[in-house]
């Protein structure tokens, strides 16, 4: 018998989710019913070594309108939340966050738009709560593709009277950030554009580059009368690229305005240059270290800090305090706990199920550990021998909300992580990753073995792409 607290987590999400899994529930042709015999999620599943699950989280308007205060809120209160914590201390900036002093000491020099930003915030539902994550910034983004399933979507639903008067809209994540780049291209103060767009990766697709060139026509249509010869490349070798002495940039005889990295090789010197450039107004170039330090997770630990939230406006803190999960360095001695003192080692073992241990970067799910899925004499291994090291952070466990869904083994409950994407401060699209309840240690991420599902917004028309 399903769980009444999961049909609650349904209809939480959006009144349309719950009806959808409704007609699921009691109808096993839909329960059956594969995304992934389709070639697009196919495609979609071999790229990212997962499933792709078949039915859309769909969440309501007042969901949508919780992410973009998330997203009109945090980047900002962040920047805020360093300059109250580190002061002019650039040392310790450097040893708390494991970042080199010289970004700091120029970050009230740089001039950033927060337009400009590039990132993904990763958040669930616990208790019908919003908590976020981690922010994921700068181009290695991912999950974009799932825009590609929108087409079938729309016609599973056209199949079945009883799911075709559920509205949906969704957002196209990639259209999505060629526009902000050609927006973001046309306030660059020392260069005169073209809106000319490059890619420096070596993880995409034929596929994925076919997807990326569609939504740039697409986009650049309606810029024709600004940027009528806008062009975009792909950089495979990234010391093919030319980093002028005017600051420009050059690859295959072309200047480029906008150069993003989703290339795990960049050679730190380019990269460099590519900053350069950036700090000299002639390039967008959205990996600059001003921009990803946001993506830090000991951030999120600052947030925290009790200087930091006796600062802040009393709405920041209540903000703070419900979003952001419970964070502390490893390295803390004591700290206080639900109102307690405690030493943090012996908290963290008296209490393993309350906790997870996180690495301050690190991407795909790597460097966590969940305490609640995590042997006994395992997480005591691990606290004694992290204890003292800098750049590892502990946080609460926050247990996502299950909901109904299916895998590729049928219909099933899950628990999902969302990703929202932030294009010029704006909401831009999402891809959720879910995970069959008891599947996973805990972290649910396509790189451990979650299912990448199409998110869509509950809406009064049928799917719009």
Request: charged share 20%.
């Amino acid at each position: 018998m399903t769980d009444y607290n999961v049909l609650e987590n349904n209809v939480s999400l959006s009144s349309q989710y719950a009806q959808l899994m409704a007609a699921v529930a009691e109808d096993p042709q839909l329960q059956n019913l594969q995304i992934m015999e389709y070639p697009e999620a196919e495609s979609i599943g071999k790229f990212y070594k997962c499933g792709v699950g078949t039915w859309p989280l769909i969440f309501s308007q007042a969901r949508k309108q919780e992410f973009e205060k998330i997203i009109s809120t945090l980047p900002a209160l962040i920047r805020k939340a360093i300059r109250i914590y580190f002061g002019k201390d650039g040392r310790l900036f450097s040893n708390y966050l494991q970042m080199g002093d010289s970004i700091f000491n120029m970050l009230d020099q740089v001039e950033l738009d927060k337009r400009d930003f590039v990132q993904r915030f990763d958040l669930l539902y616990s208790s019908h709560q919003c908590k976020v994550l981690e922010i994921n910034a700068g181009t290695n983004l991912g999950l974009w593709e799932v825009d590609w399933l929108c087409g079938y979507i729309d016609e599973i639903f056209s199949r079945f009277p009883k799911l075709n008067l559920i509205k949906l809209a969704h957002k196209q994540v990639m259209d999505s950030l060629i526009t902000a780049l050609f927006n973001s291209v046309s306030r660059l103060k020392a260069a005169t554009p073209n809106g000319n767009v490059l890619f420096i990766t070596e993880e995409f697709t034929e596929q994925g580059i076919a997807g990326i060139h569609a939504s740039f026509e697409r986009v650049k249509a309606k810029f024709v009368n600004k940027f009528p010869n806008a062009t975009m490349a792909f950089c495979h070798q990234p010391e093919q690229l030319e980093c002028l002495s005017n600051n420009t940039v050059r690859f295959n005889g072309i200047i480029f305005d906008a150069v993003l990295v989703s290339h795990r090789e960049l050679p730190p010197s380019l990269h460099l240059k590519l900053v350069s450039s950036f700090l000299a107004g002639k390039l967008h170039y959205p990996d600059n270290p001003f921009q990803v330090m946001i993506g830090n997770k000991l951030l999120m630990a600052v947030l925290h800090e009790d200087n930091v939230l006796s600062e802040v406006t009393n709405s920041e803190a209540e903000f703070i305090k419900a979003y952001i999960p419970w964070s502390k360095r490893l390295i803390e001695q004591q700290v206080n706990w639900e109102g307690k003192e405690y030493q943090l080692s012996d908290l963290l073992k008296e209490q393993q199920n309350r906790f997870v241990l996180k690495k301050g970067e690190s991407m795909a799910g790597k460097d966590v550990i969940v305490g609640q899925v995590t042997d006994r004499q395992e997480w005591i291994g691990l606290i004694d021998e992290k204890l003292n090291s800098v750049g590892w952070l502990i946080q609460e466990f926050c247990p996502p909300d299950r909901v109904q869904n299916s895998d590729i083994f049928g219909f099933c409950e899950v628990e999902p992580v969302w990703g929202i994407y932030d294009f010029g401060q704006a909401y831009c699209g999402g891809a959720a990753r879910a995970a069959r309840v008891g599947k996973l240690k805990g972290v649910i991420n396509a790189a451990t073995g979650a299912n990448i599902y199409l998110m869509a917004e509950a809406a009064k028309q049928k799917l719009s792409i």
